[in-house]
């Protein structure tokens, strides 16, 4: 089992950043694979980024340039800065993870079990 908790969403204006934390615990196997996700109500959730345990990461088209995932083996949490966040940003972002998936799906959320809760993302124009 493995539980994902997230933290750093919040308000910001156009053009601003945040950092967005999942700290990971349990079993560390599980974790093999992550990914950030976001969803806004009426659509579906959607992959942002996503890193395995070899630190290969892969990003939508949306995030490219302006994100950055990343995994702290330590503090076993992951990261996503987001910089040049935009009004379109504006979502409940997801942790998850998995203890295997593939490259080319890394970011369908159908690749993953586990879960965090979320945490909301609002960017002002």
């Known amino acids: 089992q493995v539980h994902l908790v997230e933290s750093g969403g919040g308000s910001v204006q156009a053009g601003g950043s945040l950092r967005l934390s999942c700290a990971v615990f349990?079993?560390?196997?599980?974790?093999?694979?992550m990914g950030w996700f976001r969803q806004v109500p009426g659509k579906e959730r959607e992959g942002v980024a996503a890193i395995d345990s070899d630190v290969r990461t892969s990003y939508a088209d949306s995030a490219k340039g302006r994100f950055t995932i990343s995994w702290d083996n330590v503090k076993t949490t992951l990261y996503l800065q987001m910089n040049s966040l935009k009004p379109e940003d504006t979502a409940m972002y997801y942790c998850?993870?998995?203890?295997?998936?593939?490259?080319?799906?890394?970011?369908?959320?159908?690749?993953?079990?586990?879960w965090g809760q979320g945490t909301q993302v609002t960017v002002s124009s």
């Open positions: 349990g079993n560390s196997y599980i974790s093999a694979y």
């Open positions: 998850a993870a998995d203890s295997w998936a593939t490259m080319a799906n890394m970011l369908r959320p159908d690749e993953y079990t586990y």
